[in-house]
């Protein structure tokens, strides 16, 4: 069974700093595309930031310079580091790990509050 559990989240101020962290269990990172995604109240969940098998990361044009991906292989963690964070930045995270070639799957987390204000 695979689980993903995200931690991290929580109130900062804008221009501060968060690092979430989403570990897997019934499932291996480093084989696959994982990402995180969020969702902000009344919009639709949208792509934040996603890394490769080959540790290629791809960000939103909103984040870029500001967030940072990563994967730690041996732990079978995949994190996102967010910087100079904004109010705009406020949302629900979710991890998402997925196959796109068959049999696909994706899978997701429960999600972490991300709220920025002062």
């Known amino acids: 069974q695979v689980q993903l559990v995200e931690s991290g989240g929580g109130l900062v101020q804008p221009g501060g700093s968060l690092r979430l962290s989403c570990a897997a269990s019934g499932i291996i990172f480093s084989i696959y595309t994982t990402g995180w995604y969020r969702q902000a109240p009344g919009k639709q969940r949208e792509l934040v930031a996603t890394?490769?098998?080959?540790?290629?990361?791809n960000y939103a044009d909103s984040v870029k310079g500001r967030f940072t991906i990563s994967r730690d292989n041996a732990k079978n963690t995949v994190y996102l580091q967010m910087n100079s964070l904004k109010p705009e930045d406020t949302a629900v995270y979710y991890c998402?790990?997925?196959?796109?070639?068959?049999?696909?799957?994706?899978?997701w987390g429960q999600g972490t509050q991300v709220t920025v204000s002062s």
């Open positions: 890394i490769s098998s080959s540790s290629f990361a």
């Open positions: 998402n790990v997925k196959r796109t070639a068959t049999p696909s799957f994706t899978y």
